[in-house]
């Protein structure tokens, strides 16, 4: 296996950083082993100055559909030495990746990375990887293109080092309520929670990308109301979000993220099958599962936050529930998977 790791991930301002993000920490580790990685993205991605600020190339391609059906990617992998691909993007993506099974010689090792259990009979990877808050499991299944060995549980979340850390911020110096939707939240959950909360002389954060549709709408109930502070951007998400008493998010890592630093936080689903995966976390009494945001009322939102921010003994209870049930080492595990892999075994 050579040394040169090749990324194909999605950022941009719809689908946001956490595909971004994952990637960035697992390359991290691989650089701590030796080994050097390139991120292939499309032209439509807004985080290339963070990819290249970590110190990785950036490879730019107008789209992976284009660059598929031209074999420009098939051949940029084998004109870089390149062991293992892994992609980590959405499921459309995934689905215009699958010519790279034909393409590849059978020495690349293909990994995926899902936050969605993709259908099982379209799978064309060699190694997948489900991080998922449940028990770890191992399972081969044979699909259409061949084999293709399964990981998925608690042991792949990838958490970054920042929420493994302790700050120093006292309750009374909390500041009430984030607002974290995640990337640009096109479905304006952002600006609905605010409207729910901005009368309730609660301090309140929000962070929204100004590339959101609704960025204009939010900055607006700023100008007018004094407690409330909008935020674009933060190197430093893992230390604001600590220094709040609750959090509101949608789904994604920032639900494993809030577990580790021990953050209640009230989740506002997309869609069914985000909120059946926020049900697993929050079964266990880690944060509230409080519905899809297109089926609650500003008023259902106003309540849950109202209830959590009036009772600390219940905030206390579920930010110790929260601490015990997240590993931060999911970046390592995965590493190690891949490189302890044998595709030919």
Request: proline share 2%; hydrophobic share 35%.
């Amino acid at each position: 296996m050579s040394n040169n790791i090749l990324f194909i991930t999605k950022g941009d301002s719809q689908t946001g950083f956490g595909h971004i993000s994952r990637s960035l920490l697992i390359a991290d580790e691989f650089k701590s082993l030796g080994y050097s990685s390139i991120f292939l993205v499309s032209e439509s991605c807004t985080f290339i100055p963070v990819i290249e600020q970590r110190g990785y190339k950036a490879e730019v391609v107008k789209s992976f559909n284009e660059s598929i059906n031209k074999k420009e990617l098939s051949s940029f992998i084998t004109s870089n030495s390149i062991s293992v691909v892994i992609i980590d993007t959405i499921e459309e993506d995934y689905l215009t990746l699958s010519p790279l099974k034909q393409q590849l010689s059978n020495d690349v090792l293909l990994v995926t990375i899902t936050l969605f259990l993709f259908s099982l009979d379209k799978r064309y990877e060699d190694i997948s990887f489900f991080p998922d808050f449940t028990e770890n499991t191992e399972a081969e299944y044979l699909s259409e293109y061949g084999k293709v060995k399964l990981y998925s549980g608690k042991n792949y979340l990838t958490i970054r080092p920042e929420f493994a850390l302790e700050y120093d911020v006292k309750e009374i110096d909390k500041k009430d309520v984030l607002i974290t939707m995640g990337g640009t939240d096109p479905e304006g959950f952002t600006l609905k929670a605010l409207n729910a909360l901005k009368d309730s002389g609660y301090s309140i954060t929000v962070l929204l990308s100004a590339s959101s549709n609704t960025y204009d709408k939010v900055k607006e109930v700023e100008d007018k109301n004094a407690n409330v502070s909008v935020i674009t951007f933060s190197n430093s998400i893992a230390e604001i979000m600590y220094s709040h008493k609750v959090l509101l998010i949608n789904g994604g890592l920032t639900r494993y993220e809030a577990c580790a630093l021990g953050v209640p936080f009230i989740a506002i689903s997309i869609h069914q099958v985000q909120y059946d995966i926020t049900e697993k976390v929050t079964s266990t009494g880690a944060g509230i599962n409080l519905g899809i945001g297109t089926q609650l009322s500003t008023s259902d939102i106003r309540s849950a936050v109202t209830a959590l921010i009036q009772n600390p003994d219940k905030r206390k209870q579920i930010s110790s529930t929260m601490k015990k049930i997240i590993d931060t080492t999911g970046s390592k595990n995965i590493v190690q998977t891949i490189l302890n892999y044998n595709k030919n075994a």
